[in-house]
C-alpha cells in the first residue's frame, strides 16, 4: 500500500510570504499525484495533478507544484500568499488510473495578515 | 455543470441507530468512490464502483457498513448500527479518468 507523508500538520506564513507544504509518497512506480484545497465548510477542490507529463505543474489560483522522482516528493508552493489562501490542503496519490487515492493528514495553513 | 453531490450534510445519531448516507456522482462519470475522514487522521478510502458492480471494497471496516449503487447512477451508505467510532466525514468521489472529483462530504456524529 501506497504512503503519504505531509510535514506539518500546521502552517503559517504572513500574507506576501511564499507558501510551501511538503508532500513525499512512498511508491515504487511513477504515481499519479494530486493536491486537493478544501475551504472551511467546503468540499475537495483540485487544485493541480501530475499525470506523467512536464515535472513542474501549474494550478489554479497561482500554485504549482514540482514532481521529483529522486525525492519521491510533490510538494506544493505560492509565490506570495494572499488571506484567502487559508485552508487546508491535502496531498494524494493513485497508482493507476481507477484506482483508489491514498491521502496524507493534511495541512493546514494559517496566513497572518 | 453540477459537482458530486452529498445527503445529508450533517446527521447527528445515537449509538446502535441506522444512517444512510448518499451520494449522487457528477453525471456519465461510471466510477463512484467512498472515503472516510476520521478527526484528526487521514482520508482513507472504503469502497469503488465501477457503473453498478463493486469493483474493490477493501477498505470497508465491516459488516456494519453496506453500499449501494442500483442502475450506476446514484449511491448509498448505510451504516447499521452505528457505533462511536464510525464519527467522521464521509467523503464521495467520482471520476472518469485518473482524476477524481469529491463532494462536500457528510459530517456524521455518533453519541
Known amino acids: 500500500a501506497q504512503s503519504v507523508t505531509q510535514l506539518g500538520s500546521h502552517v503559517s506564513v504572513s500574507e506576501g510570504a511564499l507558501v510551501l507544504l511538503r508532500c513525499n509518497y512512498s511508491?515504487?512506480?511513477?504515481?499519479?499525484l494530486f493536491w486537493y484545497v478544501q475551504y472551511p465548510n467546503q468540499g475537495l477542490q483540485l487544485l493541480l495533478k501530475?499525470?506523467?507529463?512536464?515535472?513542474l505543474v501549474k494550478g489554479i489560483n497561482g500554485f504549482e507544484a514540482e514532481f521529483k522522482k529522486s525525492e519521491t516528493s510533490f510538494h506544493l508552493t505560492k509565490p506570495s500568499a494572499h488571506m484567502s489562501d487559508a485552508a487546508e490542503y491535502f496531498c494524494?496519490?493513485?497508482?493507476?488510473?481507477?484506482?483508489?487515492?491514498?491521502f496524507g493528514t493534511g495541512t493546514s495553513l494559517t496566513v497572518i495578515p | 455543470e453540477a459537482g458530486v453531490t452529498q445527503f445529508p450534510s450533517h446527521s447527528v445519531i445515537e449509538k446502535g441507530q441506522t444512517v444512510t448516507l448518499r451520494c449522487d456522482p457528477i453525471?456519465?462519470?461510471?466510477?463512484l468512490y467512498w472515503y472516510r475522514r476520521v478527526m484528526g487522521k487521514e482520508i482513507k478510502f472504503l469502497l469503488h464502483?465501477?457503473?453498478?458492480?463493486?469493483?474493490?471494497e477493501s477498505g470497508m471496516p465491516n459488516n456494519r457498513f453496506l453500499a449501494e449503487r442500483t442502475g450506476g447512477t446514484y449511491s448509498t451508505l448505510k451504516v447499521q448500527p452505528a457505533e462511536l467510532e464510525d464519527s467522521g466525514v464521509y467523503f464521495c468521489?467520482?471520476?472518469?479518468?485518473?482524476?477524481?472529483?469529491f463532494g462536500p462530504g457528510t459530517r456524521l456524529l455518533v453519541l
Open positions: 501530475y499525470t506523467s507529463a512536464a515535472t
Open positions: 453525471s456519465g462519470h461510471d466510477n
Open positions: 494524494a496519490v493513485s497508482e493507476h488510473t481507477g484506482n483508489q487515492f491514498y
Open positions: 468521489a467520482s471520476s472518469l479518468s485518473e482524476t477524481q472529483y
Open positions: 511508491s515504487s512506480v511513477p504515481p499519479y
Open positions: 464502483f465501477v457503473k453498478e458492480s463493486k469493483q474493490d
